[in-house]
């Protein structure tokens, strides 16, 4: 397994080479100008040739290639350039916006977990019954909703009309992740409940189920000993795809409820031209969602031993 990590691990250098790359290039092609974005948000005019000199100052002048390897050069020796909007220092300010990130991540996942697993199995144990069609109905009402009406539901009702919750997210504590948690919460709770549903079914229908009530084993001990342990893959494989989303940021709601996470940090780079932030970004997504794939991997060999890794042998 050591082979195999080192491995993957090393697979993933060319990979951040060749996605910061394209993502340095494709900022580059877009047709916007950060030093032109930046002198416009001030709504002063000025000359061409303080433009020139901004430019000059922020090694925009010089060729695509150029500003590439000197951005390389610095990402080796951990400085990751400095923001062209507030002059900061991007790594710095990146990472100040994770913990907000990291615990909206956790809140969404959480809920998500202590909902969607109870219902699903519900809908399945109850199959075809009353409290199979209202959890496939409610399932179906929270994935038809986008996020930013749900977002606006939830404001409406908790902050506004009932004043329990802030409207607007000034902290970064438990009082003010409720709203946007829950948030995500629901849509991805609607999509994962009929997935837990399809797979808890398709686990009782197998035969050592009908073995083990031929014995006289009890459901509830079939069901949490037998059928949720063999479902453990199916449900880790689909809980492992909201974790990048969420520990990528997610713009829209980090955006309504002003949550400082870095889904609004990229919101805000991209709307400011600001290059050096977008490629603290894109470096965290693809680092995330290596990483997330790799513990997913190993996570999957814990659960079932026959599975192989890159052709490990026993």
């Given at each position: 397994?050591?082979?195999?990590?080192v491995?993957?691990?090393?697979?993933?250098?060319?990979?951040?080479?060749?996605?910061t790359?394209?993502?340095?290039?494709?900022?580059?092609?877009?047709?916007?100008?950060?030093?032109?974005?930046?002198?416009?948000?001030?709504?002063?005019?000025?000359?061409?040739e303080v433009?020139?000199?901004?430019?000059?100052?922020?090694?925009l002048?010089?060729?695509?290639?150029?500003?590439?390897?000197?951005?390389?050069?610095?990402?080796?020796r951990?400085?990751?350039?400095?923001?062209?909007?507030?002059?900061?220092?991007?790594?710095?300010?990146?990472?100040?916006?994770?913990?907000?990130?990291?615990?909206?991540a956790?809140?969404?996942?959480?809920?998500?977990?202590?909902?969607?697993?109870?219902?699903?199995?519900?809908?399945?144990?109850?199959?075809?019954?009353?409290?199979?069609?209202?959890?496939?109905?409610?399932?179906?009402?929270?994935?038809?909703?986008?996020?930013?009406?749900?977002?606006?539901?939830?404001?409406?009702?908790?902050?506004?009309?009932?004043?329990?919750?802030?409207?607007?997210?000034?902290?970064?504590?438990?009082?003010?992740?409720?709203?946007?948690?829950?948030t995500?919460?629901?849509?991805?709770?609607?999509?994962?409940?009929?997935?837990?549903?399809?797979?808890?079914?398709?686990?009782?229908?197998?035969?050592?189920?009908?073995?083990?009530?031929?014995r006289?084993?009890?459901?509830?001990?079939?069901?949490?000993?037998?059928?949720?342990?063999?479902?453990?893959?199916?449900?880790?494989?689909?809980?492992?795809l909201?974790?990048?989303?969420?520990?990528?940021?997610?713009?829209?709601?980090?955006?309504?409820?002003?949550?400082?996470g870095?889904?609004?940090?990229?919101?805000d780079?991209?709307?400011?031209?600001?290059?050096?932030?977008?490629?603290?970004?894109?470096?965290?997504?693809?680092?995330?969602?290596?990483?997330?794939?790799?513990?997913?991997?190993?996570?999957?060999?814990?659960?079932?031993?026959?599975?192989?890794?890159?052709?490990?042998?026993?």
């Amino acid at each position: 397994m050591r082979r195999y990590v080192v491995r993957r691990l090393l697979q993933l250098i060319p990979i951040l080479f060749v996605i910061t790359f394209l993502s340095f290039g494709m900022m580059r092609l877009a047709g916007s100008d950060a030093v032109l974005q930046k002198m416009e948000n001030t709504g002063m005019a000025v000359s061409q040739e303080v433009i020139d000199a901004a430019r000059r100052e922020l090694g925009l002048d010089k060729p695509f290639l150029t500003q590439y390897f000197i951005w390389l050069g610095g990402l080796f020796r951990g400085d990751m350039g400095t923001s062209y909007i507030s002059g900061q220092k991007v790594l710095p300010v990146f990472l100040s916006r994770l913990p907000a990130t990291l615990l909206l991540a956790a809140a969404s996942l959480f809920l998500t977990v202590l909902v969607s697993v109870p219902f699903g199995l519900l809908a399945a144990v109850r199959r075809d019954r009353l409290p199979d069609y209202l959890v496939r109905a409610a399932s179906f009402a929270g994935n038809s909703m986008p996020g930013f009406f749900t977002a606006l539901l939830l404001l409406y009702v908790f902050a506004v009309r009932l004043g329990w919750l802030p409207v607007i997210s000034r902290r970064t504590d438990l009082r003010g992740v409720i709203l946007p948690a829950l948030t995500l919460a629901v849509a991805m709770s609607s999509r994962y409940v009929r997935q837990v549903r399809a797979a808890v079914l398709e686990e009782l229908n197998r035969d050592y189920v009908a073995g083990a009530k031929a014995r006289g084993v009890r459901f509830p001990v079939i069901l949490a000993g037998s059928v949720l342990r063999s479902c453990l893959s199916s449900l880790l494989t689909l809980f492992s795809l909201s974790i990048g989303s969420l520990l990528g940021g997610t713009a829209v709601v980090e955006s309504i409820f002003m949550w400082d996470g870095v889904g609004k940090l990229a919101v805000d780079a991209i709307s400011m031209r600001d290059y050096p932030m977008i490629q603290a970004y894109v470096m965290w997504m693809a680092i995330l969602y290596s990483g997330v794939n790799l513990l997913m991997d190993l996570c999957y060999r814990m659960l079932d031993p026959r599975i192989r890794l890159g052709g490990a042998k026993e």
